[in-house]
């Protein structure tokens, strides 16, 4: 089976979302949050099965930018600063497809270890977040 191919990506900076139109028809509106927890860079995903980690306190992220990858991918850019995630068409259809449950999934990751969406849970205080950087 052929994964989907993007027809349309669109970043919402002020609602923090990134709306995703697919050729198959299928349409997602994915979060900032989401995908910032869902990275499927090394540092979120680890460097072999079972070595995830749980991403906790990015209820506020947003994405500052959005870059192609060849046309296989996008890179995007967070304002927490995390920016080593290629999002191949692939992992972006299997987000949107699997969202809810992902999502539900990461809520109760959360709560088993006593973590909170919320930067200030983890440090005590308001982080702030950055925005776009300088050109």
Same mark, same amino acid.
Do not use: C
């Given at each position: ?20 139109? $697919?050729d198959s028809s299928e349409h $997602?509106?994915?979060?900032a949050e989401y995908l910032r927890? %869902?990275?499927?860079?090394? +540092? ?27 046309? %296989?991918?996008?890179?995007?850019? $967070? ?7 290629? %999002? ?7 987000? =949107?497809?699997?969202? +809810?449950?992902?999502?539900?999934? %990461? ?23 950055? =925005?776009?950087?300088?050109?």
């Open positions: 089976m052929t994964t989907p191919k993007p027809t349309d990506i669109t970043l919402h900076k002020k609602s923090r979302t990134l709306e995703v139109a $697919f $997602f509106v994915l979060p927890v %869902y990275s499927p860079s090394a +540092e979120v995903q680890g460097h072999g099965p079972g070595q995830q980690v749980l991403v906790a306190g990015k209820r506020e992220v947003g994405i500052t930018e959005l870059e192609p990858v060849g046309n %296989y991918a996008v890179s995007l850019r $967070f304002t927490d600063g995390h920016a080593t995630g290629i %999002y191949s068409w692939e992992t972006l259809h299997d987000l =949107g497809t699997n969202q +809810e449950k992902n999502w539900q999934s %990461y809520l109760e990751a959360l709560e088993k270890n006593g973590l909170s969406r919320d930067p200030a849970s983890l440090y005590g205080h308001p982080v702030p977040m950055r =925005g776009p950087r300088p050109k």
